[in-house]
């Protein structure tokens, strides 16, 4: 399983302090509790290059082609490249590009790695205020479910429906993307992780 590392936590608080939004006719300071209404200028993202890892890759790649196909028929503004560095080069440090660019989308699509379950990467998008769409875990992590605070699709046809569906619902959209970023700030966090490690009731399945 993949927590929140600590370091992207920081960097996501230190970049909204100072943001600030018009709500109701008020200036409004970003803060974790309303990050999902922060205003995002661009539409969707799955932060993967086209063909960049023949073997471990060629779900991601196949998901890259969808948004950006929905993207051109549908005239969205979509992002579907890597930014910054990945695996072991890109784990070492923060990304800012990456970061950055989550925060200014609505959607953000992650898939896990052929012949692989769990990744960094959702944690990540839940994050960053963006309602984050994934494929199927089984489980999901804790406390992490589906159209609560995450939207799973179970094949691109249903991906692209979802993508349409909830750009055209704003509310609905922001209301997933708060939760999910909550439900990483109360649950995933490392210290969180330790803590419930430590100290956590492991009579029951999850130590709480």
């Known amino acids: 399983r993949y927590g929140v590392r600590t370091d992207y936590v920081d960097y996501i608080q230190e970049h909204i302090a100072g943001l600030s939004f018009q709500k109701n006719g008020k200036k409004t300071a970003v803060t974790v509790d309303n990050i999902a209404e922060y205003p995002r200028p661009m539409d969707v993202a799955h932060f993967w290059n086209i063909g960049e890892d023949e073997i471990r890759g060629k779900h991601r790649t196949e998901i890259s082609k969808a948004v950006l196909n929905l993207a051109a028929e549908k005239k969205l503004t979509a992002v579907t490249e890597i930014k910054g560095l990945r695996a072991q080069f890109g784990r070492n440090h923060v990304n800012p590009s990456y970061i950055e660019t989550m925060m200014k989308m609505k959607i953000v699509v992650v898939c896990q790695r052929d012949h692989w379950e769990g990744h960094y990467r959702l944690m990540e998008a839940l994050l960053s205020g963006a309602m984050t769409m994934t ?74």
């Open 135 to 208: 494929d199927p875990q089984h489980p999901l992590p804790l406390y992490v479910e589906n159209a609560t605070n995450v939207i799973v699709y179970n094949s691109i046809a249903q991906l692209k429906q979802q993508i349409l569906y909830y750009l055209e619902h704003d509310e609905e959209r922001m209301k997933i993307a708060q939760a999910g970023h909550k439900v990483v700030m109360d649950y995933h966090q490392s210290s969180i992780w330790m803590e419930r490690m430590i100290f956590g009731n492991w009579s029951t399945p999850h130590g709480i």
